[in-house]
């Protein structure tokens, strides 16, 4: 890391106190953002469209920015309370919660490679990373103070960080060290990145010059065809590749593109606020959150679509609580963080007689964690009975594990592959069921 980070000067220093949500962190509770967003409960409820059914989990009188999942599968929150920042651990699903020994330091973002668990950080220290699930934390560059906005790795490991003032450094290394990956990209400020399956880097940038694209693993870095002048704040991709950005300007909203970055359209259909700051999620189903500023004022609540972003439906909170942003759990459960607390909506991973009648499409889901060490899971799903073979192939075509191979029922499956006797690698899963063919790639890092 020293290699990029070193001359890092600029960011926030800890226990800053911010009148604002920055980057996908939420500082408002450092000035009653509890009061402010009381306010704006009536925004996230509506008679005519899906409400979710919220079940509290935990972390009460809590405000929680973000919510990851540990190579263990444990929780991991980020929360304020009391002008404090905290990173918690739950072991139990969220009954009991644990403290670590995270600094008060406000995340930007999470990211989960192997082993490893990574904080993209807003003031001293830059970039966090815990080996044993989260619960102890160094700092890999400890003199720094430039703010890592976003992290994302590819197929091969590499770990790509962007930063608030000197672009992307990318890593090979597993995150011993970032050197910097400019050429072509003008902006130092790079706000987020996604990786699609083709593992081309996408960046939003805070310059006006949207987002950039890397097919070389950041070598070298092209202006995609998004024509606006909006900064873009946040960036995500769905399982079939369509690109989604998010705009933090007045009016900018989403846009998206199905051609990896060629064009792109403005979806606010529904929309209020129209300023995108906050991570955008993606279910396994497609189902897309965002949570929205209102164009006029501080005001946050979060927003949904179930079509790919052609139309947007208010989230309903939780009783005494507002919904900041939603994360997508490895078991496909919809986890939303709020201003009191932690609340969990359904699962669509438990094969149940009356949910068949819901499932339409056969589907592959990518396997959860990825890059994984030693073990991962694979979801997939059936309309209707019949044979399925799921088998795990390496990269020179040999078959190495059998996940089923046998008769199912229509409904929604979920395997664990354990790849503790394999070496490091890339591997393919390939599903075949009726006329449904499908494959998709996975990382084992040891």
């Known amino acids: 890391m020293k290699k990029f980070i070193k001359y890092f000067s600029f960011g926030f220093a800890a226990g800053t106190k911010v009148n604002k949500i920055v980057h996908g962190i939420i500082f408002l509770l450092f000035v009653g953002s509890v009061t402010l967003y009381a306010q704006q409960s009536s925004l996230s409820k509506s008679a005519n469209v899906q409400q ?25 929150a980020f929360t304020v309370s009391n002008n404090t920042m905290s990173v918690l651990r739950s072991t139990d699903n969220g009954t009991t919660w644990n403290p670590t020994n995270y600094p008060n330091i406000p995340i930007n973002k999470f990211l989960t490679v192997g082993s490893k668990v990574f904080a993209a950080v807003e003031g001293l220290g830059s970039l966090y990373t815990s080996t044993d699930n989260g619960q102890t ?28 003032n000197n672009g992307v450094g990318l890593s090979t290394d597993g995150g011993k060290n970032f050197n910097p990956v400019n050429n072509g990209n003008p902006e130092g400020n790079v706000r987020d990145m996604v990786i699609n399956k083709k593992d081309e880097v996408f960046i939003g940038v805070k310059g006006g010059n949207g987002v950039y694209k890397s097919t070389d693993d950041g070598a070298s870095w092209v202006k995609t065809g998004m024509t606006t002048t909006y900064r873009v704040y946040q960036l995500a991709v769905n399982s079939n590749g369509d690109l989604f950005a998010g705009t933090d300007e007045s009016y900018g909203g989403m ?63 939780p009783a005494n609580s507002i919904v900041i942003l939603v994360t997508i759990g490895p078991d496909g459960k919809i986890y939303a963080s709020t201003t009191n607390g932690l609340y969990v909506s359904a699962a669509f991973t438990a094969v149940k007689s009356e949910d068949k009648q819901f499932i339409k499409n056969y589907a592959l889901m990518q396997n959860y964690p990825n890059p994984f060490n030693p073990a991962t ?70």
């Not at 934390?137 to 590819?154: D, F, G």
């Not at 008769?407 to 979920?414: D, H, I, R, V």
């Open 52 to 76: 979710f059914n919220w079940q509290y989990v935990g972390l009460s009188n809590k405000m929680v920015g973000l919510l990851d999942f540990a190579p263990d599968n444990s929780m991991l």
């Open 255 to 317: 846009f998206r593109s199905t051609d990896d970055g060629i064009s792109w359209q403005q979806i606010n259909n529904g929309l209020t606020g129209n300023n995108i700051s906050i991570p955008i999620s993606i279910a396994q189903d497609g189902t897309i959150f965002v949570s929205e500023q209102a164009a006029d004022s501080m005001r946050f609540h979060c927003q949904f679509s179930n079509d790919n972003g052609n139309s947007w439906h208010p989230v309903n909170s």
């Open 137 to 164: 934390w160094i700092s890999v560059n400890p003199t720094s103070t430039e703010p890592v906005r976003c992290l994302a790795v590819n197929s091969k490991g590499y770990i790509f960080a962007g930063t608030q």
């Open 377 to 446: 899971k694979i979801k997939y799903s059936i309309p209707k009975s019949g044979f399925v073979s799921l088998k795990v192939y390496d990269v020179l075509g040999r078959e190495v594990a059998t996940l089923a191979n046998e008769q199912k029922s229509a409904g929604n499956y979920e395997v664990n592959f354990d790849a503790s006797k394999l070496s490091s690698g890339i591997y393919y899963y390939r599903i075949s069921a009726g006329n449904y063919i499908a494959t998709k790639k996975m990382i084992l890092m040891k």
